[in-house]
């Protein structure tokens, strides 16, 4: 289960999503590909409105009882120290890529990253401070 409807923004160009499994639930597939095509959302939409410099790329860590997966330019320093186990993409989203690409990249790193064990509650506040 998506812990929020929308990716929380750390920062203008950083977004994550809490991923946590309940048994009546989802299964993480389905919700990997609707997180990917949210994080796809906010990608397309900042590459055509705003002057960014950078491109996204795809990350995530495991907490107590959750997963945590995100997209963004730069990653915020409080996140890899709360994460010891944050995973970064090699693979950039680039601004050439249409919509249903990004959509499928971001899909597909998630996919290849580990997961950790996610079948407990949320139990842990996420406390990100972002200097942007």
């Known amino acids: 289960m998506l812990k929020n409807e ?6 203008p160009t950083c977004f994550i999503h809490h991923v946590f499994i309940d048994a009546w639930h989802h299964s993480l597939s389905t919700m990997i590909r609707k997180a990917s095509r949210q994080f796809g959302e906010q990608i ?4 055509r409105s705003d002057d960014i410099s950078g491109e996204y790329r795809v990350f ?4 107590d009882g959750y997963w945590m997966i995100g997209v963004g330019i730069e990653i915020p320093v409080d996140l890899c120290k709360q994460f010891p186990s944050l995973i970064v993409s090699n693979r950039l989203i680039e601004r050439r890529h249409c919509p249903d690409n990004i959509t499928m990249i971001i899909e597909y790193e998630l996919g290849k990253m580990p997961v950790g064990r996610i079948n407990g509650h949320l139990t842990r506040k996420l406390t990100v401070t972002c200097n942007v």
């Open 60 to 63: 995530s860590g495991f907490g």
């Open 44 to 47: 397309i939409s900042h590459y």
């Open 6 to 11: 929308v990716p929380l923004a750390l920062s």
